[in-house]
């Protein structure tokens, strides 16, 4: 059984917290999770249940989220990402894995460019690596909304924003999931001090997508409706990674580790241990014989 820890820390001056919950029988690395602007390190049982069994799990509050401490005004990625090494410090491990979804994806990739040798695989899904005006503009609403105090507005706009709602389309557990991620934002937005600064600070403190990355075993995943970086811009910003492996899951959009949750953490389970990817029971028939997509060319 797994043994839970709840360990305090602090960088430039900003509290903040990790929770470990460590496996004796561990097979591979620390598996560090990063989640949502909104994602707190209560947020992630589907991996505890997969990635556990075989590697100690790290989620956290780090600054600007959560229980954590407020960011200081202005950029932020070096902040947050100096709290993430300060974690694999404390952790005295080597090497850890790191998982990143979604805004999670890009605070990930972060770390990854500026302590590669710290990170033994990367995954990242959700990937945000494209987003157009006419999105911010959306957000930048949502933002207004929740600076105004309108709380149920701001759940409704941002939920819309990060969802497929086309019915043409099949998300499984669509409704579900809809209702689900609209009550998540609206607890946040009526009870994180962070809700209004997290989402203006993921609209303008964004990392830099282009710039690839070498020396990293890196999985990129997608689910095949996410509406918020289409699967092809996620594919090209994997093509960036020299060696990547890019693949997408069925039936199901941005919130794919809330609508196959079990396949998502299976995923990355595999992927941690350096198990076979191709015979993952969610791989469409096509991704099965070849997803590697990294090329000399970008790094």
Known sequence: MAEETIRALSVSGVSYSYRLLRQPA???????????????????????????????????DLPGMGSADSLPPG????????????VIDDLDAPQINLFGFSYGAGLAYACAQRFPRRIAR?????????????????????????????????????????MCLDERRHVTKRRL???????????????????VDSLRRALVDRPDFSSGLTGVPTLVFSGEHDTVTPPSRQRDFAAGILGSRFLTIPDADHWVVLERPQDVADLAARFFTDAPLHSAPCLVPAEREDMTVGDPAYA
């Open 177 to 195: 999931a809809y209702r689900y991620v609209r009550r998540s934002m609206l607890h946040a937005a009526r009870h994180s001090p962070h809700a």
């Open 26 to 60: 561990r097979v591979t690395e620390p598996v560090v999770v990063l989640g949502g602007a909104l994602q707190g390190m209560f947020g992630w049982p589907q991996m505890e249940d997969q990635v556990g069994p075989v590697a100690d799990v790290v989620t956290a």
């Open 75 to 86: 950029p932020s990625t070096n902040i947050v990402c100096a709290a993430i090494e300060r």
């Open 122 to 162: 990367l995954a990242l899904g959700g990937v945000p690596a494209h987003i157009t005006t006419a999105q911010l503009d959306h957000w930048r609403r949502a933002a207004d909304h929740l600076e105004r105090g309108d709380t149920e507005s701001f759940a409704t706009l941002v939920t819309q924003g990060l």
